[in-house]
């Protein structure tokens, strides 16, 4: 597993699903694609496996964009991925 971030933030876009901050860096050293299998780690330890299901592309003209939130699968409630939890992309 290949970590990409620690959950900042948390939200949900009205019929869209949970959207994770700050995100995916647009740095990365890895492809992190829409569909790409992650595992979120909670605080307490347990594990979400699931996958992404969107990046948000923001654009600013004041600031470049360093980080792209994620949007995860609409099943996904925002009370499952408490602030703090760290995100991993899975081997593929």
Same mark, same amino acid.
């Given at each position: 597993?290949?970590?990409?971030?620690?959950?900042?933030?948390?939200?949900? =876009?009205?019929?869209?699903?949970?959207?994770?901050?700050?995100?995916?860096?647009?740095?990365?050293?890895?492809?992190?694609?829409?569909?790409?299998?992650?595992?979120?780690?909670?605080?307490?330890?347990?594990?979400?496996?699931?996958?992404?299901?969107?990046?948000?592309?923001?654009?600013?003209?004041?600031?470049?964009?360093?980080?792209?939130? %994620?949007?995860?699968?609409?099943? %996904?409630?925002?009370?499952?991925?408490? %602030?703090?939890?760290?995100?991993? =992309?899975?081997?593929?």
């Amino acid at each position: 597993m290949k970590y990409i971030f620690e959950v900042e933030e948390v939200f949900n =876009l009205t019929n869209r699903g949970c959207v994770l901050a700050p995100g995916v860096s647009s740095n990365a050293e890895c492809p992190v694609l829409v569909g790409s299998k992650i595992v979120i780690v909670r605080p307490d330890g347990s594990e979400l496996e699931t996958k992404i299901n969107g990046i948000e592309i923001i654009r600013s003209v004041q600031t470049p964009v360093k980080f792209n939130p %994620i949007l995860l699968p609409r099943d %996904i409630e925002k009370s499952k991925v408490p %602030i703090g939890s760290k995100v991993y =992309l899975m081997n593929e």
